[in-house]
C-alpha cells in the first residue's frame, strides 16, 4: 500500500517560516501530480500546492508569492517552503500524490501535519 509520510509541522508566529517534507513509498508507477492540500477546522480540504513530473506548478491564490512547492522526481518526495505565514494559514497540511494509469486517476493522502501560525 503506498504511503506518505509528512514531516515539519509546527508553531510559527506570523511572519514566519516552516517547510514541510513528504516522502512516498511503496509506489512504483510514476506519480503524475504531487503537493500538498490543507483543512483548517470547519473547512472543506483546499488545494495549496501542487507539481506535475514535468515541473508544472498550481498554486492557490491566497499562497502565491508566499509557498513554494518543489519536488525529487527520481526520490519520490515533495516539499513545502511556506513564508510570510499568516494566522489563515493555520490548519492540517495533507500530503497528496495522484497517479494516471490506463485511463484511471488513483490519489494518495499522508496523515496530515499541524501547522499553526499564532503569536
Known amino acids: 500500500q503506498v504511503q506518505l509520510v509528512e514531516s515539519g509541522g509546527g508553531v510559527v508566529q506570523p511572519g514566519g517560516s516552516l517547510r514541510l517534507s513528504c516522502a512516498a513509498s511503496?509506489?512504483?508507477?510514476?506519480?503524475?501530480?504531487m503537493g500538498w492540500y490543507r483543512q483548517a477546522p470547519g473547512k472543506q480540504r483546499e488545494l495549496v500546492a501542487t507539481?506535475?513530473?514535468?515541473?508544472?506548478?498550481n498554486y492557490a491564490d491566497s499562497v502565491k508569492g508566499r509557498f513554494v512547492v518543489s519536488r525529487d522526481n527520481a526520490k519520490k518526495t515533495v516539499a513545502l517552503q511556506m513564508n510570510s505565514l499568516k494566522p489563515e494559514d493555520t490548519a492540517v497540511y495533507y500530503c497528496?500524490?495522484?497517479?494516471?494509469?490506463?485511463?484511471?486517476?488513483?490519489?494518495?493522502w499522508g496523515q496530515g501535519t499541524q501547522v499553526t501560525v499564532s503569536s
Open positions: 511503496r509506489i512504483s508507477l510514476n506519480i503524475n501530480s
Open positions: 497528496y500524490a495522484g497517479t494516471y494509469v490506463s485511463g484511471r486517476w488513483s490519489d494518495y
Open positions: 507539481m506535475t513530473s514535468s515541473g508544472r506548478t
